[in-house]
């Protein structure tokens, strides 16, 4: 007879009480039970109040007659509080998960009643589903350490600065488009605006100008805290001095991988704690979604699960990957299946591409084994 998993919480031998957590901007609803078909206590705190937080674990256990001794176990959904959360309840002894949102079942129904109360009971009674031995009932997010965390701050704000410059090279050609004015944006472009001309052959408006000039004052200053960010990435990749700037300068030495491409791939996917392959596939978002359902079958494309930066990272450098590594196995297999395709069949496959190379570097990291084929700085 197989032996059951967790045998004492899902028999209720050794009480436990559990605590879900329905966070948002300005309170935070509070679920405690101790199993699935007991009573369960609600209380609304204010956001981010810890004493109110203590208080209502103090008074959740004399509510539910457990000694100070009984353990704690919490839950809530990965959003906007980050993690500080969940180490503020490590730091009060709660044993503490944080679900992905996406992976908690819901009623499917056109509508549905969702109240924080609603939602709180089905998180508390997942929780107790959890600790009970059913590890499906959700997926639990990594929480990384905070020095790794704070880390990868730097490289989204370099995400975050390009954004904002492409928005504003955007706004200036849209302003300049209202009076039929096309022309690039170059370094002296401050200087040539007093040259432009409409399409009637006038100066431009005053009050456009002042706006123009105001979006190139803007576009100036990103630029410039965009040069800045890249050189101290590029001088913290060459330094080496962390485990993830050392993981970076590995896959630096690949022909195709620069300085950005290999720091933001370092700290957000394999400085994480990845086992196989299927776990890399399933962060990048990469992996097929199969339909399977009586005589129905097709796919349903890529899952777009994960970290949308990676996989936009990833499809980019199978494109780099194609062109700087062309005697790679990895190439020589895209040029054989999708090499003569159209352009959709090639979009298609470098999509496939794009993952095996995130496996690919994901062993190379691991094992500093080169990808077969590839060459080296």
Not at 346 to 366: D, E, H, P, S
């Amino acid at each position: 007879m197989d032996k059951m998993t967790h045998r004492d919480e899902s028999m209720g031998a050794t009480p436990v009480l559990y605590m879900a957590m329905e966070l948002s901007a300005t309170k935070w609803h509070l679920v405690f039970g101790i199993g699935v078909a007991t009573p369960m206590r609600h209380r609304t705190i204010a956001a981010g109040a810890v004493d109110s937080l203590r208080e209502e674990m103090r008074k959740a256990r004399a509510r539910f007659e457990l000694s100070t001794e009984v353990p704690v176990r919490s839950c809530y959904e990965a959003g906007r509080d980050g993690f500080w959360v969940h180490r503020l309840l490590n730091q009060e002894g709660v044993e503490n998960l944080v679900v992905d949102s996406s992976s908690i079942e819901v009623n499917r129904r056109h509508r549905r009643a969702k109240t924080d109360r609603l939602d709180g009971v089905a998180l508390c009674r997942k929780l107790v589903q959890y600790w009970s031995g059913d590890h499906h009932t959700w997926k639990v997010v990594h929480v990384p350490s905070e020095a790794l965390e704070d880390s990868r701050q730097a490289d989204r704000g370099i995400v975050t600065l390009t954004t904002e410059r492409t928005a504003w090279r955007n706004r200036i050609h849209a302003l300049l488009m209202l009076v039929g004015v096309r022309t690039t944006i170059t370094a002296d472009f401050g200087d040539r605006l007093d040259r432009v001309r409409t399409w009637a052959g006038e100066p431009l408006p005053p009050g456009l100008l002042s706006r123009v000039r105001q979006a190139w004052r803007m576009l100036t200053n990103v630029e410039s805290e965009l040069r800045a960010a890249r050189q101290a990435q590029r001088d913290e990749v060459a330094a080496a001095a962390t485990a993830p700037a050392q993981i970076a300068a590995q896959l630096r030495r690949l022909h195709a991988i620069g300085d950005g491409t290999a720091a933001l791939l370092a700290k957000e996917l394999f400085s994480r704690d990845l086992r196989n392959r299927r776990e890399v596939g399933a962060l990048t978002g990469l992996v097929g979604v199969p339909y399977n359902s009586g005589d129905t079958s097709r796919e349903q494309g890529i899952s777009r699960a994960g970290l949308a930066r990676v996989r936009g990272i990833a499809v980019e450098l199978a494109w780099l990957w194609r062109r700087y590594q062309p005697q790679s196995a990895l190439t020589r297999w895209f040029e054989a299946r999708f090499g003569a395709g159209g352009k959709r069949v090639r979009k298609i496959g470098i999509v496939a591409l794009a993952r095996r190379l995130m496996v690919a570097l994901w062993r190379y990291t691991q094992t500093g084994i080169v990808p077969a084929g590839a060459t080296v700085r």
